[in-house]
């Protein structure tokens, strides 16, 4: 993504020397080290969460950041609503992303529901809410709240 990695360099060509140096967002405080999770089948170690998005009361950082990016991966999807799998190595738990229903115009913009589960042990969670599109592009969870058991 442009805005997560500044990438800047000096010197010339023809001998002379060439410095480049990479300077990446700082990391928020999330946890101690990255989480590793399984998004859409494929193994993703979230070195860098969503800053701008605070992690839901009740869910594990570690488990919102594994979960997150199986949602983003759910939303790209335009008209289907496919049900991504997501997994955290660190702690065991696991879930599936799932987007509720189409995008919709709102005075926001362009907003979708969705359902996440978070499974752990015998604990289980689901957490619903809704996403925008931000200005760049991307999904930014606008709300979200744990369910009830009943």
């Given amino acids: 993504m442009p805005d997560a990695l500044d990438m800047s360099a000096t010197g010339s060509l023809g001998g002379d020397a060439v ?12 946890s101690p080290r990255p989480a590793v999770a399984i998004a859409g089948g494929k193994p993703v170690v979230q070195a860098v969460a969503y800053t701008a ?43 599936t992303a799932i987007p509720l229903g189409a995008a919709r115009q709102t005075q926001t913009g362009t907003c ?6 978070f499974v752990r042990a015998a604990d289980e969670k689901w957490l619903q809410g ?4 931000s200005s760049h592009g991307s999904w930014q969870v606008a709300q979200a709240r744990l369910l009830a058991r009943s």
Wanted: charged share 25%; proline share 14%.
């Fill in 53 to 95: 998005e605070p992690v839901p009361k009740g869910i594990a950082p570690d488990d919102w950041a594994a979960a997150r990016q199986a949602l983003a991966e759910a939303l790209r999807e335009k008209n289907a609503s496919p049900s991504v799998p997501w997994e955290n190595y660190a702690n065991a738990a696991r879930g």
């Fill in 19 to 30: 410095a480049a140096r990479a300077v990446a967002p700082p990391s928020p405080p999330l």
């Fill in 130 to 133: 809704e996403a925008c599109r």
């Fill in 112 to 117: 979708r529901d969705f359902r996440i589960s």
